[in-house]
């Protein structure tokens, strides 16, 4: 059962424009949410993250909304721009006594047209 | 550079041959941790460890092996490999924190994408 789900594949966006990539979590113990880039042939790439207590987090172009009431995150990425054509995960912190790991979305590939 | 180092990138082995898997992180991190990607099944944890010589068992941990001997090493093993193992594996690095303490996130290594036939 998927706990961090991505539900759009895939999103094309015009340069220039907002990229909205959207995430929902069924677990409420979660309580940091990352978001990752990965290029093809790499390793995921941190981009972004937030705790639990916030509901915002703005990093330059990237910024991160999180609605817990709702479950659900997304990551705005304004104005988007050809070299962010990559694959974006959702990833959720979950502490499990010693265990500090992430639960992963299975992702949603964004392509930026130029 | 701040970095995690897995080797090889690629392998292709044959059922029953025993391989490791390096991993390497020069940030002095405490938590490390490997995890493989299957399509449709995303990104699911192997094994993790929280310093030298703590290590334990993550969601898919069935023929695999760590060992942490050294705080930056965090080698994967596979004892006898099958075709099941088939898949891209990443290892990960970051500080150890507590509930409530945040970090910049995890490191990862650039993968190793793993053929067993």
């Known amino acids: ?114 | 550079e701040a970095q995690v180092t897995q080797n090889p990138r690629y392998l292709i082995t044959v059922t029953g041959k025993k391989l490791t898997v390096t991993c390497s992180q020069n940030m002095n991190h405490e938590y490390m941790s490997w995890y493989r990607q299957d399509p449709g099944l995303g990104l699911r944890q192997i094994y993790y460890s929280m310093n030298v010589e703590v290590t334990d068992k993550g969601d898919v941990p069935e023929g695999y092996k760590v060992s942490r001997k050294e705080k930056r090493n965090f080698p994967l093993i596979l004892e006898s490999p099958s075709p099941n193992q088939t898949s891209l594996y990443f290892c990960a690095s970051t500080l150890k924190v507590n509930p409530g303490q945040y970090n910049y996130g995890y490191t990862f290594g650039s993968g190793t994408r793993l053929t067993v036939v």
């Open chain 1, 1 to 114: 059962d998927q706990q961090v789900k991505q539900n759009s594949p895939s999103l094309s966006v015009q340069e220039g424009r907002i990229s909205i990539l959207n995430c929902d979590y069924t677990n409420s113990m979660f309580d940091y949410f990352l978001w990752y880039k990965k290029y093809p042939a790499e390793g995921p790439t941190f981009l972004i993250s937030i705790s639990s207590i916030k509901d915002k987090n703005e990093d330059g172009r990237f910024t991160v909304f999180l609605n817990k009431s709702a479950k659900h995150l997304s990551l705005h990425i304004v104005p988007s721009q050809p070299g962010d054509s990559a694959v974006y995960f959702c990833a959720a912190r979950a502490f499990a006594g010693n265990n500090r790991k992430l639960i992963w979305g299975l992702g949603t590939s964004l392509a930026v047209n130029p």
